[in-house]
């Protein structure tokens, strides 16, 4: 037990090496510029294998909020459309922001699409693409070692269940449970850089009850998401909203993409 014990161990050790934007600890075992160099790798392949929006209104509307909300983070973001009815986007390492034409007919104006854009560039600034890679290798390295210590002490039917046991913990008790933390903390990162680009951060609210509408009450138990549910996203939101509506006020422009 001792020596099942110690993989953990070693992990909630190395798990203080790094601090959040929010003030979280964090596990980075990779640098930054392999990191952008791995976000960049994937955004390329997308660009090659899924079909991209030519629409020159959808192009130029999503670029205008996007760069709005870039512009408060400073560097060079390249921005893709890619014309798929699910609704999504995302934000990678390296500059990268892509957009699925489907988030266009559910994200209602300019103000919640910057709340979508906002979210995903806030994984990227808070390195939560650094600490899933992390959280992953560092998991998988520690069942290794369980793995071997089993299989040194007479393996079997008992050794697979217990390893089996083990993965489903370290998914549902390491993995998901950072991969919710992380979404939340996403959420308030954005919520903060839609305001101080000038898009009202009460659209976010709103947002999140035209997903909860357009999932028609079919997603997941929270306890076995990588998401928070859409009620307690609404939640956190708006416990917040009281500082995002200053920095809103605050903005020195206020875009109109639409």
């Known amino acids: 037990m ?30 930054e510029d392999k990191i952008a160099e791995m976000g960049v790798a994937s955004y390329q392949q997308m660009k090659e294998k899924e079909p991209i929006d030519t629409s020159t209104a959808d192009n130029s509307y999503v670029k205008c909020v996007a760069n709005a909300i870039t512009g408060v983070t400073g560097g060079e973001w390249e921005v893709t459309v890619f014309k798929d009815d699910q609704v999504n986007a995302f934000a990678l390492p390296g500059g990268k922001i892509g957009v699925y034409s ?17 979210h995903e560039v806030g994984h990227v600034l808070a390195h939560h693409g650094n600490e899933r890679v992390s959280q992953q290798y560092a998991t998988q ?13 007479g393996g079997g039917v008992g050794s697979q269940a217990l390893m089996s046991a083990l993965g489903l913990g370290a998914q549902v008790g390491i993995l998901l449970p950072f991969s919710r933390t992380q979404e939340s903390e996403a959420d308030l990162i954005g919520l903060e850089l839609m305001a101080r680009a000038g898009f009202d951060p009460r659209q976010s609210v709103q947002l999140w009850q035209n997903m909860a509408a357009q999932s028609n009450g079919k997603e997941p138990a929270e306890f076995m998401s990588t998401h928070p549910s859409d009620n307690t996203r609404i939640n956190n939101l708006q416990s917040h909203m009281t500082k995002a509506m200053q920095l809103y006020e605050q903005a020195p422009n206020h875009p109109n993409c639409g």
Do not use: E
């Open 102 to 118: 489907g988030l266009l007919d559910v994200a209602k104006g300019d103000d919640q699409l910057a709340a979508v854009i906002g």
């Open 141 to 153: 390295g520690g069942l290794s070692v369980v793995s071997a210590f089993l299989s040194g002490g």
């Open 2 to 31: 001792r020596r099942l014990i110690a993989p953990i161990l070693i992990m909630l050790v190395l798990a203080g090496c790094a601090t959040s934007p929010t003030g979280r600890n964090q596990l980075q075992l990779f640098s």
